[in-house]
């Protein structure tokens, strides 16, 4: 079974700055994807951005961008010019590739406050 | 277009009762999952469906929660004789289908609070 870590419950970033958020992951499958979700006080989880294991390139999205390291089994996201609007509960969730194991596994998320 | 809705946003409700807790997926979606979220944890997966069909049943926590799924659209969790640590955010996701290309669009969620 795979586990996903997040260990750190609480981060804090001033506006404009630059913040990275940790994700550890266990899996022994050498095909898989990772995401990050947000999910803001509305309680609706949004995807962040998403990273296939077989791709070796990191993946951005605007001020959004990962440090996908496999062989370390970690998955960073980095935020940057960080606004009010990105505060917000972080989750990183992996997902097999097999078939029968569609589920997202996600980690106990990372609450992300902005000081203005 | 309308994304994933929820109901009841709320719940409140006596231990031993039963609850019903609505999903309604984005049109045209073929997969649809349910997850739990309490509080301090992670999401916990449930069940998932394709089509009305539920392959995996082995996430719910115990015989008292089920779900089915009909007409390939709504879903219905049922938690029969609740007890206090089913209080959690139930959080229900549709895709187009299965495959993990695509993205799975998030409900609101319903808050279920058992007293």
């Known amino acids: 079974a795979q586990t996903v870590t997040q260990s750190q419950p609480e981060m804090s970033v001033q506006e404009a700055e630059t913040v990275t958020l940790s994700c550890t992951y266990d899996?022994?499958?050498?095909?898989?994807?990772l995401f990050w979700y947000k999910q803001p006080p509305s309680r609706q989880m949004i995807l962040v951005i998403r990273?296939?294991?077989?791709?070796?390139q990191n993946a951005t999205e605007n001020r959004f961008s990962v440090n996908f390291q496999k062989a370390a089994k970690s998955f960073s996201l980095k935020i940057s010019d960080s606004q009010l609007g990105d505060a917000a509960m972080y989750f990183c969730?992996?997902?097999?590739?097999?078939?029968?194991?569609?589920?997202?596994?996600f980690g106990t998320g990372t609450r992300l406050t902005i000081i203005p | 277009g309308a994304g994933v809705s929820q109901s009841p946003s709320n719940k409140v409700t006596e231990k031993g009762k039963d609850v019903e807790l609505r999903c309604d997926p984005i049109?045209?979606?073929?997969?649809l999952y349910w997850y739990r979220q309490s509080l301090g944890q992670g999401l916990e997966f449930l069940i998932y469906?394709?089509?009305?069909?539920?392959?995996?049943k082995s996430g719910l926590p115990s015989d008292r929660f089920s779900a089915e799924r009909t007409g390939g659209s709504v879903s219905t969790l049922t938690i029969q004789r609740t007890q206090q640590e089913d209080s959690a955010v139930y959080l229900c996701?549709?895709?187009?289908?299965?495959?993990?290309?695509?993205?799975?669009?998030f409900g609101p969620g319903t808050r279920l609070t058992v007293t």
């Open positions: 469906f394709q089509g009305n069909s539920a392959p995996d």
């Open positions: 990273q296939e294991a077989y791709k070796q």
């Open positions: 049109s045209g979606h073929t997969a």
């Open positions: 996701a549709s895709s187009l289908a299965l495959q993990v290309i695509y993205e799975q669009y």
């Open positions: 969730a992996y997902r097999s590739l097999d078939f029968g194991n569609e589920k997202l596994t």
């Open positions: 899996t022994s499958e050498s095909d898989y994807y």
